[in-house]
């Protein structure tokens, strides 16, 4: 009889037993003659970068604290700007973004459009709910903002 048989597929995506944001891992791929399977998770590559880039610099906790107050600073910024909703914003990013760009730009040497921060400040967001809920925040972000930019 004949037997169907299913095509393999050079990228899947691993199985894990919790709810996983998409930005939080990268597909699996086969490697090698014994087809072994591994995935780098996002969390993971970037506190490699963080560690190699930090090891034994006073700057960069400098930047770190720095960039860390600067989110407080915005966070205030804006609840006082949503003063009647208590800060309740759902398109918090989008104002954070505006508040912060230049100053974040100028901490990091670095360019980012208006869009490009949104975008990061949402997956950062998402990020740190999955990776470190309840965690110092402003510090998180500064952290994952320093070891890809700074």
């Known amino acids: 009889p004949h037997m169907a048989t299913r095509a393999k597929q050079p990228y899947t995506v691993s199985h894990h037993p919790v709810s996983v944001h998409p930005l939080a891992i ?9 087809q072994r ?3 780098e998770g996002v969390q993971i590559v970037t506190s490699l970068r963080r560690l190699a880039s930090t090891k034994g610099t006073g700057y960069m906790d400098d930047q770190l604290d720095q960039i860390a107050a600067l989110f407080r600073e ?9 003063i009647e909703t208590d800060g309740d914003d759902p398109e918090w990013p989008l104002w954070y973004a505006e508040y912060m760009r230049n100053k974040l730009a100028a901490l990091l040497d670095a360019k980012f459009t208006k ?13 740190q709910q999955l990776e470190a809920p309840g965690a110092n925040w402003p510090r998180y972000y500064a952290d994952w903002l320093v070891g890809n930019y700074g």
């Open 115 to 127: 869009s490009e921060l949104v975008y990061l400040l949402v997956r950062l967001d998402k990020e």
């Open 26 to 34: 990268q597909p699996q791929r086969l490697v090698g003659a014994g």
């Open 74 to 82: 915005t966070a205030a910024a804006h609840h006082q700007a949503y």
């Open 37 to 39: 399977k591994f995935y």
